[in-house]
């Protein structure tokens, strides 16, 4: 679309406006500015119905149910958006709070039964999933713990602030995990290694088998309450996958042990190395993730619209915009718009439009800084870029 063009669309008569918002919504209250006639793209219910009822329409009519959320997204105010999230946070603190304190305590009984079963048992597979439980335990205090000090940092030491902190708990913990179950891989080996006589089976333990399946049916739970939470709080994520880990690690467990006691020996250390195996692999899938996010990966498509949109409406003395940028510095984003105005705008009015804008954008959600940059031309090179 031209220059021109985006000039053209920018002004539109209030009956026009009013028109098209009772064709999408029926009611003229509560009209949102819609420079580019957004709405008139958005698909009813019905329209939805219809692509879905088509010859391979379902991955169509999700595609239009997306963009229809983008363009609420984009035609709702900095303010619903901030009030929204302020309402989400402040809904979750309670749940919140109940699923840190309720993994935790959880955990802490289910240590003591699954180290039971595995030392009564004298399985390997079972001493993997213990393992497993007795890090679940440090998982929550370090966790805990973190979230703690990060609200309590002294901002002169720490500028930026604490919200890496968990980020960088997450990693420290993952590493822990991974090598305390290199260790339960090489013990199994060596019982493989080592076993002699093909037919010597394991006991088998039925309160073992008992204790690890009780494990497993609270493990459900909290992974199916913690759901519901994950993308309220990155604490509540971490334990979900942890539940979502341990919900297979048990059932494996259980199998393995029990194939080991009753079939052949070798299952319960070949279910203890995939078990460790497994834990390695998706600890390892959770630290590549957050390393992403102390690096620096760039924010969401939708996030990088939704900032574009708001900086380009914004206000009529913003020409163009030049450059957007929102990547992460831990688990929030870093912002930096880059906006273009007339040379001879006065240096009071510049000033106060871009911090009034660094303002509202600093307060949506998941955003933790902004910097906002006024230009008259676009010809120059990319600000804060070193030459290579």
Not at 120 to 145: H, P, R, V
Not at 207 to 220: E, G, M, N, R
């Amino acid at each position: 679309m031209t220059e021109t063009a985006v000039q053209d669309q920018k002004y539109h008569p209030k009956d026009d406006i009013e028109a098209q918002f009772e064709r999408t919504s029926g009611s003229t209250n509560e009209i949102p500015a819609d420079p580019f006639r957004f709405r008139n793209a958005v698909k009813t219910s019905s329209e939805l119905d219809d692509i879905r009822r088509r010859r391979k329409g379902r991955r169509l009519a999700k595609y239009h149910a997306r963009q229809n959320n983008l363009i609420d997204s984009l035609l709702k105010s900095m303010e619903d958006h901030t009030s929204e999230a302020r309402d989400e946070e402040e809904a979750a603190r309670l749940p919140v709070k109940i699923a840190v304190w309720a993994s935790l305590i959880a955990n802490f009984s289910l240590c003591v039964l699954q180290m039971y079963a595995a030392i009564s048992a004298l399985s390997l597979s079972l001493l993997a999933t213990g393992i497993d439980s007795i890090f679940d335990i440090g998982s929550n205090l370090l966790l805990f713990w973190l979230h703690k000090k990060a609200e309590k940092l002294d901002e002169n030491k720490w500028p930026v602030g604490g919200a890496r902190l968990e980020t960088i708990g997450n990693i420290v913990y993952g590493v822990s995990m991974g090598s305390v179950n290199l260790v339960v891989i090489v013990e199994s080996a060596r019982g493989l290694i080592t076993h002699n006589d093909d037919k010597d089976l394991n006991e088998f333990h039925l309160p073992s088998i008992i204790a690890v399946a009780s494990a497993l049916f609270v493990k459900l739970l909290l992974f199916l309450y913690c759901y519901s939470l994950r993308k309220n709080s990155s604490q509540v994520r971490v334990l979900w996958e942890d539940h979502r880990n341990d919900l297979w690690i048990n059932t494996f467990g259980i199998l393995m042990s029990t194939g080991g006691s009753q079939l052949r020996w070798y299952l319960d250390p070949m279910g203890a190395i995939i078990i460790a195996l497994g834990v390695i692999v998706a600890w390892f899938r959770t630290i590549y993730g957050q390393f992403e996010l102390l690096a620096g990966k760039a924010a969401p498509h939708d996030v990088q619209q939704l900032l574009i949109y708001k900086s380009m409406t914004y206000s009529e003395e913003i020409e163009k915009i030049d450059t957007v940028r929102a990547y992460h510095s831990g688990p929030d984003y870093f912002v930096e718009i880059d906006i273009v105005m007339d040379a001879k705008t006065p240096l009071w009015k510049a000033h106060d439009l871009s911090q009034r804008l660094q303002d509202q954008i600093e307060v949506l959600p998941n955003v933790e800084r902004a910097f906002v940059h006024v230009d008259y031309e676009t010809t120059h090179i990319p600000e804060h870029r070193k030459p290579h």
